[in-house]
């Protein structure tokens, strides 16, 4: 799997937008960018994936650069509970390469 | 959305001992399953790839043998650590795959503690 490069760890305000980056110079074409995140002692849960347009759900929006060598994830306003690891992973979308490879990911902190 | 449940969420056993923990994808059928290991403020990292009705796919450096993965239906696949050391204490979580969507669905965990 192509590999991503996350800063190790973001503060942010509480009730302000997050913006958190992530590079993926090697991406290829069939590789998706999603990001989960990992709240303490749980799983990781869903946030958001894309390929190449923007994207937006109920939790974050999705930036990707016109390249795709790079994308942000954005949080438009910060609560206490968003404070995670988030993570930025690569996704093989041809069929048969479905295995996620998590890298170290951004520890996120919001402060009240 | 689709659940994902991981059975027991903690367990303690005795170093020697074997202990088995459940995957189960409760609303959808998961032809795939993959098992992650994540030790104290590290990543997770990639044990295996459970595939229903046939033998798993390890990850380079992880043993077939001490870690058995078994997926004999669409919703259940099921991780036993054999004989249990310390070094195997380990927050373990499962994921699966709905067929269609790119999303994958990741269970609450299970912490193991070997004494």
């Known amino acids: 799997d192509a590999k991503t490069t996350q800063p190790n760890s973001m503060e942010s305000n509480e009730e302000e937008p997050v913006h958190l980056p992530c590079n993926h110079s090697?991406?290829?074409?069939?590789?998706?960018i999603h990001w989960y995140r990992q709240l303490p002692s749980q799983g990781p849960e869903y946030v958001i994936h894309g390929l190449t347009s923007n994207v937006n759900n109920r939790m974050a929006s999705l930036a990707i650069a016109e390249d795709r060598k790079s994308s942000t994830l954005i949080l438009h306003r910060a609560t206490l509970r968003d404070a995670a690891v988030y993570y930025c992973i690569l996704r093989d979308g041809r069929l048969g390469n479905e295995k996620l490879t998590f890298g170290t990911g951004t520890r996120l902190t919001i402060i009240p | 959305g689709a659940v994902v449940s991981q059975h027991p969420s903690w367990v303690i056993c005795k170093s020697g001992t074997s202990v088995k923990i459940e995957c189960r994808s409760l609303?959808?059928?998961?032809?795939?399953m993959f098992w992650y290991r994540q030790f104290p403020k590290q990543s997770l990292m990639l044990m295996a790839t459970?595939?229903?009705?046939?033998?798993?796919?390890?990850e380079q450096g992880v043993e077939k043998d001490k870690f058995l993965i078994n997926h004999a239906s669409l919703t259940l696949s099921t991780l036993t650590v054999t004989s249990a050391h310390p070094e195997d204490s380990s927050f373990y979580i499962c994921?699966?795959?709905?067929?269609?969507?790119?999303?994958?669905?990741f269970g609450e965990g299970s912490r193991l503690t070997v004494l």
């Open positions: 994921s699966a795959r709905r067929q269609g969507p790119g999303e994958l669905f």
């Open positions: 090697t991406i290829s074409g069939t590789d998706y």
């Open positions: 609303d959808f059928q998961a032809t795939t």
């Open positions: 459970s595939n229903e009705g046939s033998k798993a796919t390890y």
